[in-house]
C-alpha cells in the first residue's frame, strides 16, 4: 500500500499584525486527532487549532502566551488533560490543562525552573 500527501490548507502561526522573524516550532495532533498544538517562537505563543473532520482543514481555537520566552519544546499528557512547555530563553517548564471539549488550554500557575530547558518527555512509571 502506498500512501499519498495533499495539501489540505496552510495557516499561519503568527497573529496577523505580527511583523517579527517567523519561528516555529513543535506541531502535536491530540489523542482524538480533534485539536492541533502549535508552539510558535516568535511570539512566546502556543497556538490551538481544531481539526475539521470533513474536510482536514484548521480552525483557529485560541493563541496563548507560553508562560516564558522562546518556547523550544512541549509534550501532551497521554492523558489529555496536560501539557508542559519547556521555555528555553526564560529557564522554565510551564504546566498548562487541556480542556478536552474545546481544546483550550490554560496556564495552571505551575512552573520548574530548570537552565535552558529545550524539550520535554512524559514518562510514566509502571508500579509492581
Known amino acids: 500500500m502506498q500512501g ?7 495557516v ?8 517579527g522573524v517567523k519561528s516555529g ?3 502535536a495532533l491530540s489523542r482524538d486527532g480533534r485539536f492541533v498544538y502549535v508552539e510558535n517562537r516568535a511570539e512566546n505563543t502556543l497556538v490551538v487549532y481544531r481539526v475539521n473532520p470533513d474536510s482536514g482543514q484548521l480552525v483557529l481555537v ?5 508562560g516564558g520566552e522562546k518556547p523550544w519544546g512541549f509534550a501532551l499528557h497521554p492523558s489529555g488533560k496536560w501539557l ?11 504546566v498548562f490543562s487541556v480542556d478536552p471539549a474545546s481544546g483550550k488550554v490554560a496556564a495552571t500557575g505551575q512552573a520548574v525552573e530548570m537552565a535552558t530547558p529545550v524539550s520535554v518527555a512524559v514518562v510514566e512509571a509502571l508500579s509492581g
Open 25 to 27: 516550532a513543535e506541531i
Open 12 to 19: 499561519p502561526t503568527t497573529s496577523p499584525d505580527f511583523q
Open 62 to 66: 485560541q493563541r496563548v502566551s507560553s
Open 84 to 94: 508542559l512547555v519547556a521555555n528555553q530563553r526564560s529557564g522554565t517548564v510551564n
Open 4 to 10: 499519498r500527501l495533499t495539501l489540505v490548507q496552510t
